[in-house]
């Protein structure tokens, strides 16, 4: 019989290698979690540091000077020559300028004063007496005033050649001049500028905001040698030291600077900086303006009308903090006056007393409560910690202190309308001695009942007045506080203790992107603290892990 040679394939069983499937779904596992953990925004945190905005933080404005200044206009027409240096302080009745009706006398005198530039023996000793003068009063803290009298010493000196020039111009025409060359005086003591504009007038209270367009204003300059007409205005003199600055205002500046009676400034001009005094002025357009006034530098800028300035900031200092690491909470708020204090020693903590019900029984107990910040007002604690409709007890220590002060204020306002009754009886009575004729008197007398009604009418709006006051403070003066009324604070996520906790904080200024914030307030954060960089990422009382 024959073999059968028929072969039949084995089929294999299927054999699951089970370490390379749990590789592969621990593989998995981590491509998705590093994919995630590269694609998403992390939740990263910040260390709060000290931080400084400096003092070149600075507001620019272009201000207009305001001064004390006197036009001067000639008497006749001539060609005018000027004496004194302009920009100087000329005293009065110092020799200042001259006209020429002809043109001749202006043209010798020129020659002349290029010819003889000597200085007499008398000259010699007028500025030999005005230096050993300044010399004795000098004053090492008054350095600038080095300055006005140099300039001083240059004016006069430019006088006398000047002045001996005329005279030797006299002596040569004798009376073949006279009539056609007159000599003229100055008028005022003070600075001379040989300019007008349309601003000498100007005072604070009449600034508009198109004052402060430059094509608004036309200056005439009078120089040497011109010919001037019969009433034309030829020189200004600007008569006193004191002098101001205005700027316009914006709300946001009036905001600002509206505690503010003293600000540093710097002049773009020479860079010199100056605490000067400052107000708030409503002008002619009832806009605001600021007006700085000035004791002293009014010569180094009498030329200028317009005068680029800074307003230099006090450096803040305090914390550092990125602006988007704040966020906004809301608290109950709950009055000062019912705050107090429980426990002894290091165990004393800040709480009020709430009114708790047990069944039909209330009972009045000391809670001990985080207090997330503290103003004049109120003090704000979580809404976690509290529910609506609770009612926090005035402590009777309190309530004793408010009803002292409340007291004192009454008595206060009593002894005001008794001295202002006081005041309108006198008055009456002098209105009835002074009176004449029986008509007179019946005048006075009706005067007198209608006064005496005015003070009842006055009185009893007064006390209406005390009684709406009184009704509007319920809520300072009652025993009881029912909690509703919630307001907001902005803060920054804490992470010290490894989970995010609100903590309050007081900003100050800002800087580019991060705020100042206050440094030394004991509800907010202090050096070195970890918050939440992005505050919208996480919740409070979220587990972090650092």
């Known amino acids: 019989m024959a073999k059968n040679k028929r072969v039949v394939r084995y089929k294999a069983p299927i054999n699951i290698n089970v370490g390379i499937v749990v590789f592969g779904i621990i593989f998995l596992y981590v491509a998705v979690y590093v994919i995630r953990y590269y694609s998403q925004e992390r939740v990263t945190y910040y260390e709060v540091v000290k931080g400084t905005v400096a003092d070149d933080s600075s507001h620019s404005y272009t201000a207009i000077a305001l001064r004390n200044e006197k036009v001067s206009?000639?008497?006749?027409?001539?060609?005018?020559?000027?004496?004194?240096?302009?920009?100087?302080?000329?005293?009065?009745?110092?020799?200042?300028?001259?006209?020429?009706?002809?043109?001749?006398?202006?043209?010798?005198?020129?020659?002349?004063?290029?010819?003889?530039?000597?200085?007499?023996?008398?000259?010699?000793?007028?500025?030999?007496?005005?230096?050993?003068?300044?010399?004795?009063?000098?004053?090492?803290?008054?350095?600038?005033?080095?300055?006005?009298?140099?300039?001083?010493?240059?004016?006069?000196?430019?006088?006398?050649?000047?002045?001996?020039?005329?005279?030797?111009?006299?002596?040569?025409?004798?009376?073949?001049?006279?009539?056609?060359?007159?000599?003229?005086?100055?008028?005022?003591?003070?600075?001379?500028?040989?300019?007008?504009?349309?601003?000498?007038?100007?005072?604070?209270?009449?600034?508009?905001?198109?004052?402060?367009?430059?094509?608004?204003?036309?200056?005439?300059?009078?120089?040497?040698?011109?010919?001037?007409?019969?009433?034309?205005?030829?020189?200004?003199?600007?008569?006193?030291?004191?002098?101001?600055?205005?700027?316009?205002?914006?709300?946001?500046?009036?905001?600002?600077?509206?505690?503010?009676?003293?600000?540093?400034?710097?002049?773009?001009?020479?860079?010199?900086k100056v605490v000067t005094n400052f107000e708030i002025v409503k002008g002619a357009d009832k806009k605001k303006y600021g007006i700085f006034t000035f004791q002293k530098y009014m010569i180094?800028?009498?030329?200028?009308?317009?005068?680029?300035?800074?307003?230099?900031?006090?450096?803040?200092?305090?914390?550092?903090?990125?602006?988007?690491?704040?966020?906004?909470?809301?608290?109950?708020?709950?009055?000062?006056?019912?705050?107090?204090?429980?426990?002894?020693?290091?165990?004393?903590?800040?709480?009020?007393?709430?009114?708790?019900?047990?069944?039909?029984?209330?009972?009045?107990?000391?809670?001990?409560?985080?207090?997330?910040?503290?103003?004049?007002?109120?003090?704000?604690?979580?809404?976690?910690?509290?529910?609506?409709?609770?009612?926090?007890?005035?402590?009777?220590?309190?309530?004793?202190?408010?009803?002292?002060?409340?007291?004192?204020?009454?008595?206060?306002k009593n002894t005001e309308n008794t001295n202002s009754k006081k005041t309108t009886s006198e008055k009456t009575t002098s209105e009835k001695t002074t009176s004449e004729g029986d008509s007179s008197d019946n005048k006075t007398e009706e005067d007198s009942s209608k006064n005496q009604a005015a003070d009842k009418d006055t009185d009893s709006q007064k006390n209406n007045d005390t009684e709406a006051e009184e009704s509007n403070n319920t809520t300072a003066y009652s025993d009881v506080y029912i909690v509703r009324d919630t307001q907001s604070l902005t803060g920054v996520y804490n992470i010290n203790n490894g989970y995010t906790q609100f903590v309050f904080v007081n900003k100050l200024t800002e800087s580019g992107d991060y705020y100042i914030v206050e440094s030394h307030n004991k509800y907010g954060v202090v050096a070195y603290d970890h918050i939440i960089l992005n505050a919208d990422m996480v919740k409070e009382n979220q587990v972090i892990f650092q």
């Open 73 to 272: 206009f000639t008497e006749e027409s001539g060609y005018i020559n000027f004496y004194a240096r302009e920009g100087s302080r000329v005293a009065k009745n110092t020799t200042l300028y001259s006209l020429d009706k002809s043109g001749k006398i202006n043209e010798l005198l020129a020659k002349m004063s290029d010819e003889d530039k000597k200085l007499s023996d008398a000259n010699i000793a007028t500025i030999k007496k005005q230096l050993s003068g300044f010399v004795n009063n000098y004053n090492e803290m008054e350095f600038q005033e080095v300055y006005n009298f140099k300039s001083s010493i240059q004016g006069n000196i430019i006088e006398l050649l000047n002045s001996n020039a005329i005279e030797n111009i006299y002596k040569s025409l004798g009376d073949s001049s006279e009539g056609q060359f007159t000599i003229n005086k100055a008028e005022n003591t003070g600075i001379v500028e040989y300019f007008v504009d349309n601003y000498e007038d100007l005072k604070a209270e009449d600034l508009k905001k198109s004052d402060f367009d430059k094509e608004n204003r036309h200056v005439a300059k009078i120089n040497t040698g011109e010919l001037v007409e019969k009433g034309a205005p030829i020189y200004k003199t600007i008569t006193q030291e004191q002098w101001k600055l205005a700027i316009p205002l914006s709300d946001e500046d009036v905001e600002k600077y509206a505690d503010k009676t003293a600000i540093k400034i710097r002049f773009k001009k020479d860079k010199t």
């Open 300 to 412: 180094k800028y009498a030329s200028d009308r317009f005068i680029d300035i800074e307003i230099v900031e006090d450096n803040i200092t305090g914390l550092k903090i990125p602006k988007k690491a704040l966020v906004n909470k809301d608290f109950y708020v709950i009055p000062n006056a019912y705050k107090t204090s429980g426990g002894a020693g290091k165990n004393k903590k800040d709480g009020f007393i709430v009114r708790k019900y047990e069944k039909t029984k209330a009972k009045d107990v000391f809670v001990a409560f985080e207090i997330h910040n503290e103003d004049d007002n109120y003090c704000y604690i979580d809404m976690n910690d509290l529910n609506a409709g609770d009612e926090i007890i005035m402590p009777s220590k309190n309530k004793k202190a408010l009803d002292k002060a409340k007291s004192e204020t009454e008595d206060k």
